[in-house]
């Protein structure tokens, strides 16, 4: 097997079985204008992952290793729209709402697309999921098998919400999930802080972190 150098301990992995996922790098989520903004988030602190979590998606795809990605949207008649999830708080735009970027957070309107700089290219699959996590009313779990998939490497956003959600639904799942620390970001430093801290605590509960350089070197040298 192939090792990653990580935390808690080194990521034993098989290249043949490892995939990343992109957790929502979506225009709503990191520009201004986008829903992200309208809850009153430093959208600044996204974009400045942006760099990184493209030259992970170019090391996977230079190594032959599958990319998926995952879209937080819904329908437009809203169908797969709790109305817990979308009454949420007190937003000044809500999900559904038009806002800058057209309608927030459904399906084709241009707020809800990935970001150009780490788009899917034609092939990779993109998961359009309506819950924080990827695998609730979604297709991920039917993609994993036939990719014969058995470990997962993430990045993306919110650490706290949809990765750390995707990650915790995985391990349930039995996969091994290893979480790019520089190329994930929350809108707040101390919760990227608590639930890295919670991921690797007590032996990788939930899975490992590593640094992008660190997962880029592993997979050169497998």
């Known amino acids: ?56 998606i170019q090391g996977f795809r230079a190594a032959g290793l599958p990319v998926i990605h ?7 008649d809203l169908s797969d729209l709790l109305p817990a999830k979308r009454n949420r708080g007190n937003p000044s735009i809500r999900i559904g709402d038009v806002g800058p970027m057209g309608r927030v957070l459904v399906v084709g309107e241009p707020g809800t697309a990935i970001l150009d700089e780490v788009a899917p290219l034609p092939g990779e699959i993109v998961i359009e999921k309506p819950g924080k996590g990827a695998f609730y009313a979604t ?14 490497v993430f990045a993306g956003v ?18 091994e999930c290893l979480l790019a620390e520089d190329a994930t970001e929350s809108y707040f430093p101390e919760f990227k802080a608590a639930s890295l801290a919670m991921i690797r605590a007590q032996g990788a509960i939930v899975g490992w972190t590593a640094m992008t350089d660190q997962v880029l070197k592993g997979i050169a040298d497998a």
């Open 1 to 56: 097997m192939a090792e990653i150098d990580a935390l808690p301990f080194p990521f034993a992995f098989k290249p043949e079985a490892m995939a990343l996922v992109v957790i929502d790098m979506q225009r709503d989520f990191a520009e201004p204008g986008g829903f992200g903004a309208s809850l009153g988030n430093d959208v600044g602190r996204v974009v400045a992952i942006v760099p990184t979590v493209k030259r992970l």
């Open 70 to 76: 995952t879209m937080e949207c819904h329908r437009s």
């Open 139 to 152: 297709s991920f779990g039917e993609d994993l098998k036939r990719l014969g998939v058995q470990q997962l």
């Open 158 to 175: 919110t650490t706290e919400v949809c990765v750390q959600t995707t990650m915790r639904e995985a391990n349930d799942r039995g996969y």
